[in-house]
Structures are given as structure tokens and as C-alpha cells.
């Protein structure tokens, strides 16, 4: 008995590493996004733009996964000395392909089509500027989607690297029916 508990031992120490499998159907994820809208720009120039988003994502059986998750948008426009703040709140559902990865399956390449729909404020509802002028453009409801490419790594079992590029298409903006996002984030795995 003893000897083919230590053949046993010696088996499984011999064999390698084991890897954590990953893409399970059921398995979900937190993920925590930050990305730079429509440029990227460090300066106090004409224009400052940033979006933050939480999401939950869900995998199936195919290894693909459904998202379901809400953004904060915000891109300030220059007017005189001051900057006015457009700002968009939405919620979004999408489903996102998995087209490629490695062997070791750390990384990940996906492409996702997302339904939104949010609200959009101008000046935060302020329509008289500071020296007099009048904002003509009217907060509105915010409906369409985005597409979106993006890469997981995986740092460890349970934390999951996010790179990605998007663009939202939204009607019933008064500022700008398009933006682009570049972002990185994070997701934790957590079942």
C-alpha cells in the first residue's frame, strides 16, 4: 500500500503543473474599466474626456460571455477660461465572441455588440454660463449601442487583466452621436 502511494506522489509530482481552467460555462466576473475618450489629451486644453464603467460578465457554454453593466461618460468642452461638462450615464447588455486565444489559454481575443441606453445632462442641467450666454443644447435620453474589441490576460487564477477599443453610437445626443473609447480594467473571477 505504501508503495503505490509514493508511485502515486511521484506521478503527480513528475507531471507538470497543473493550470487553472478558465472560460467555464456559469463562471462569472466583476470587471472595473477606465478609458480615454475621443483622444487622449494631458494637457487643460480644449477638451478633457474620461469614461468609467462596472460590469458583470457571465460565460457560456461556448466560452463566449454576456455583460451586463453601467458607464459614466464625461467630455468637457472649452468655452472662454471655463470648461462646460457633457455627461452621460448608461446601462448596457452585450454579448462578446471569443475568436481567438493562446494554447495556455492566458490570453484572449473577443469582439462584443452592446445594446445601451442612459441619459445625457449638458452643464449639469445649468443652461446660463457665467457671463451671460445661453447653452441651446437640452439634456436627452441616450439610446443605440457599441462595438467593442478587447483582450484578456489573465495575471492570476482569479484577476484578469482588460484591454479594449470601443465605439458607442448613440442617438438623441446633442453634443456628438459618436465616441471612442480606449481602456484598460480589470475583472475578478469570482466563482
Not at 52 to 70: E, N
Not at 129 to 143: A, K, P, Q, R
Not at 158 to 178: A, D, H, K, P, T
Amino acid at each position: 500500500m505504501g508503495r503505490i502511494v509514493l508511485l502515486m506522489t511521484l506521478c503527480l509530482a513528475l507531471c507538470g503543473q497543473a493550470h487553472a481552467q478558465r472560460y467555464l460555462p456559469g463562471q462569472k466576473g466583476i470587471q472595473f474599466t477606465a478609458s480615454a475618450v475621443d483622444g487622449f489629451n494631458l494637457e487643460k486644453g480644449d477638451k478633457q474626456a474620461f469614461a468609467g464603467g462596472i460590469a458583470l460578465a457571465s460565460y457560456t457554454k461556448s466560452g463566449d460571455r454576456w455583460v451586463f453593466g453601467g458607464e459614466y461618460l464625461q467630455k468637457s468642452y472649452r468655452y472662454k477660461t471655463k470648461l462646460i461638462p457633457t455627461a452621460q450615464f448608461t446601462l448596457e447588455g452585450g454579448y462578446y465572441y471569443k475568436f481567438l486565444s493562446d494554447p495556455s489559454k492566458t490570453v484572449f481575443f473577443s469582439i462584443g455588440a452592446s445594446a445601451m441606453a442612459g441619459y445625457e445632462t449638458v452643464n449639469w442641467g445649468e443652461s446660463l454660463l457665467f457671463d451671460g450666454s445661453t447653452i441651446t443644447s437640452d439634456d436627452n435620453f441616450l439610446y443605440g449601442g457599441a462595438v467593442t474589441f478587447e483582450v484578456e490576460t489573465y495575471l492570476s487564477d482569479r484577476i484578469v487583466l482588460l484591454l479594449n477599443v470601443r465605439e458607442r453610437i448613440l442617438g438623441g445626443s446633442s453634443i456628438n452621436l459618436f465616441h471612442t473609447q480606449i481602456g484598460a480594467g480589470l475583472k475578478f473571477i469570482i466563482n
